[in-house]
């Protein structure tokens, strides 16, 4: 299939993609057409269907798979598709691998380092905890390992957050032969564990969106009610080791404007948080430097709120 | 008894009070001494042991009741008590109420209150989580009864947090008759549960201190799983239903930087932060001007962020 | 008459409108038309006349009442009208109180209730202050009866500055109740008075916009004018308590970068200001929930600063 | 008469003082005494009365001048006096002005300075309004020629507020030939009349502190009063004028946070806020640097927000 | 030549602009365009070319200066100009000048006053520093006296860095009269140098746009760096006098915020920085205020955070 | 030697100690006494000479190394020394390494590491720039190995700047294998220079205080000057190159409030002002959680803005 991102201004378009929006509006010379956002996994793009009532636009809704034949045209520089003709795609047209933006990393290497991880917490309560969710809970794998890790900004993506948990695993246990004061069992532990409230607080693709559940209560309080339910079916958990282990969870963005009820206030929890926000603004910046083909100056960047620029290329 | 707060200059003390702390200090010239803190109902006041070797002073630690002989003087403008005498009180010597600091409302009155609160409630859902707090569980009951509302500020006193509840719930009240889009059932429950967490973020009286707990979770966060909790064990309580009352109370603090994870979404959230903060600030501001006899401006008030005066009284 | 709200795509329009606004522009291909917004009570709504030079187009310009013919469309998910026909509206073909947004509250029996307030202010200064604006001063009693509390955001109908004092005013006699600390007298006085300077700070409607006065100056440093006037002509009134009243206005929004040039030193400017607040933020959102028929999420509500949501209907 | 600031370590002192504060006190060791704050032109010094039962001393109150006899200590690296004995000065044994901090500027020369920026205004109106102050209000004249411009932190001596408002005076003055934009008139008319609510914000010397007034309303609030209860008495004074010159008042401190209820939206009231701001903060810094003889580092100035430093002698 | 500000609708447009940027896009018929800024001295217009592939439509690019015919129209309340011919314009037909935006101060004046500036510092050191730049430094004064003082804003003109610069040193010679306590000299010395960073950080014009060095360093480093490099060219420059003068440069934004690493410590430093604010603010002013012919509120500045007015007339 | 930290109340003590500080005093009584603050490797403390006169108290001064006799006592929970002889030590009786701060790490190999770092950047100007200093300038590498990171706070001891650059470059490290888009080069160049400023802000020890140009300046302004001038002297070392380095140096505090004249706008940038947080933060609170045998809670920690608590030891 041809993908969204490589058409270009001139080209004829004739294939299916998700149809993730479509909704009718009228020109300003009164002409009713319809607004349709197509998908796949290179990205999105805008479509029109100027002349709605024509017989070859079928009926379809948003989300469905879509078969479309039209023209690329550029508009505010913009590539834009004309659409001529549209019908819902059938079953074996389309393989909807092809339709999500999925992690560039493996989805089945990474459990296996998640796993790998829970393997290297030898704390018996803390082990027993972890397995609890990444080796016996099959609908919370299924989950972990799909879901993105954002709506947007960084790590969109299926699998987006289970490569950040890594990323931010692989930061803390680095931190622990840097910095012995640290902890390893619950720092690991705390950063396998620090985002699961957004398998609940983010809906599955392709919508990706908030949850009603998550916009009103977030992904902190979720991920520690999670918990808080693993724990009490287990045998004599220390109350100790609980509080601080949510602990780390509660403080992990760091400050209280960030929405933690509470800042850091153990070394693991301040860990926690600093490799958080360190995997979370270099992904941020990766992501939006690979978007692009140009070099220099992109532009402000919300996130990190900066003119951002491409590093020059150096010879070695 | 003679409580402290009457202690005039110049006057002999003989009596039971309770021993707040006690620690060992040196004067400039080197002398060993002891810096005494004792409590009754009426406040604190420091006291000095300048002679601890001396036979009439025994034994005794902090949270002691004991009883000493001493004279009143007056050290930079306050009381203090120069101890000569000292020894632990013997049961009987002593009622324990008159020694802890109490709301000025009657707490039985308070519960019947609260009581009739819950049961104004008529959604079966709200007002059997709300019995399965204020009705069934008595340890809840115990400690909701006798709990502060802070460990100082305002509401640092036996049943503090059984007043504030009462006087938000109040507020609340009131603003569903002028607010006619607020749900009732909703916002009194929010209301009677809003600061439940309160009861393990605080140790009881004597000391009324942050516990270990409360200090890396908070009230916020633990209100929220001690209502889980009971919910856990009901039967059909509506999920949606579940994750507003939650809103309701993560939500309270009105603000991220205030420590609520989330800002108010729903008009009882709003609302029940508005009461919350009402409260907080007018009872803060009775306390401070009824604490003193001195007429006019008393001085820099740091929860109100404002020099603060009384107000003339003006005859009607 | 149709109101504007009431319109739905398709429709035939002719009836009478006011004309809030009116300006050309220029289409993309070089066009001329004419953009106007129409207002009645039921809010305000795009118009387009496509052809300017038509016939049917008589004279007219912002604030006329203008008859039209023409037809409702959709544009951007928006009702839009396309007139055909535009002329003045004869005196006669039209109720001027059908064209600006009213308090659904009785203009009359808030006025009662407002003299009803005064009188159960017994300090004899501040009673005849109160007497002296809102029973004798018959050009004030026209305008405040009239005047919206905003341009935009909560109370901008007429009545709506009527409607908000009494609403902080009750709210500030049941704190009395509950806060014993709190002096009656110079409380209500102040909640009666508290935005007076809105009468000039705000035009009257259809305009309701900033006087050049009012974006000098600002209502809070103009009611004090007035009730400096005021009090100027009345014997003995004592100064202090004047100081006292006039604080509780300067204060009344709560912090310096409210615009507020004194924060509350007083209890009863404290209470005002948590007045002010909580009816200004209960009704924002009651207004902004009652504004559509949407369940669910509404969006980012920027006077709130949160995404705010219709609470679910719960059975009793 | 020996300065306060001249005293030295082992110095006898027998001296007239204005007594600024006299409180008691008692030593660690349970013993009577006497705090004094004295005070005289060159600034504050404490003092000791040890032995106040003895005869050498006298009945004597805050606010008295008195005369004493005592000993120049040092403690901790500050000069204090211990006195022996002391009496209520009589008329005649000293001459008050050596009691007060005073302008290093001749307050008649400074007089004469504002009467000709008086002159400088031509505008008819402003011009009568100036003279309504400056030179018919004698009341008015002799409190603006003695006052501060602050409790503390600059000019803070007697003709303080009329030396600042010369020198914004005078800045405002270069800025209309700089900067064509500005309407001298208005300008000079504002700068003149910006601060003079602080003649009732602050009471007279010896006391120099907020009045209760001042603390509930302000010097902005106060000086609108005043100036529009001079216009009131004046035949014609055009509203627009009037409140274009009270805006300049209002926005002066030039932000919200600082106490202006309007930002400032004409040129003139951006000028005298900058003016205002430029003579305060170069003021402050000047005299922080001459009220030590130290060279280099000066420590953390508050009002600064900086370490401060003196500039090297550099020779021309 | 016909002004671009000058040009009224209807009118017909040949003559030759500057071309300042061109790119193609496409009309939501999806008939291509080209969008074309143009530019002169007054300022900049909108221009289209509705048919990009007409014959008289010849090859140009960005900041060629080009000859066109067309017609002058109104789209949304501003002129536009639809292009029939375009060609790029010869030698001769048009004067560079005219189509850059010049200071309304006369170039070689201003050089003389920042010679005479320059002239009257008399220490050996800042004299022969300053004439290393202004006097010695042929391609520096080159830049310097074309460089604006911003990309937007304020002094975005050929010579208004110049301008500026000249402003914030009368300013400061003001200073030095009105408060001894600053160092003539120093002062001086900093106020000529203190934005010579800026010929780096901005690209000459007429792209007058920040430079790839100038976003990644800004123009205080680079301004220092200067300084340095013609210092470590001076026999014996005293050390201390160094780094009091790259001192001024570095806080003269003062604050952290506003991009100084170091907040005023130095008289000197302060008050350049209160020079600096002052000019920029009432430059802004200024600028805002006569760019238009309208009388009243003119709307929302940004760099001023207000909303601004014109003063009202008033007769003197 | 018995060091500092270990003296226990009632202990003699005769040993010799760097005299951090001396200065005179005043007793209440009246009575001349000596403050003085003792230093060793293992902290300071306040010591007392109550009789300056006795014969046994020999001249001294500030940094001197003294030999005292006396005996440890307990003042408000502190251990202090009261001291009876003294006497300024002669050289040979101590060792100077016994009295200053040092990093736990052993000076010889972090100074290894930080070669081996130089040598893995492979970009020739930058691997020259690197040697420049670190091979090159003997006097640099002097400064560089015996510096301080900070005056208090972190890595505040003898070799504390080059543990910490190691620290951050070791992050950095990591950091380009996790984040591709990371040079290599530029970031461990950056990472190895990021702080060398420090050793012209702070001076040597035992002072370990801001110099008068680091007050002035700054480690960042002076760090660019260093790096400069180091580039000014090397062939052909790329203008755009130079510029990123400097930017990454100029933006590592992150943010402006922080000091940093510009945020971090490429990537190495951002990595860079993590790493130096991230050890930042994990190191103070390593420091603090080290200092003290306590266990559970220890307080507010002002750097972290938290009450900071030790984690319980777990079992593995």
Known sequence: MKYLKELREGEKVSDVYLCKHVASAVTKNGKEYLNVILQDKSGVLD?????????????FKSLDYIYIMGDALTFNNQI?????????????EYVEADYLPVSPRDNDTMYKEVIAACDSVKNLYLNGLLKSFFVNDTDFIGKFRKSSAAKTVHHSFVGGLMQHTLAV??????YTKAYPALDHDLLITAALLHDIGKIKELSGFPENDYTDEGQLLGHIVMGCSMIEEKISRMDDFPEKLKNELLHCIVAHHGQLEFGSPKVPELIEA????LADNTD???ETLTEALSSTNEKGWLGFNKFLDANIRKTSDWEK
């Open 47 to 59: 479509a029109k269907v100027w002349d709605p009532s024509s017989g070859g636009i079928g009926e």
């Open 80 to 92: 834009q598709i004309s659409i001529k003709r549209i019908r819902i795609a059938n079953e074996g």
């Open 169 to 174: 695993t692989k930061l803390c246990n680095f």
């Open 270 to 273: 301040l860990a926690l948080n």
């Open 280 to 282: 979370a603004k270099l």
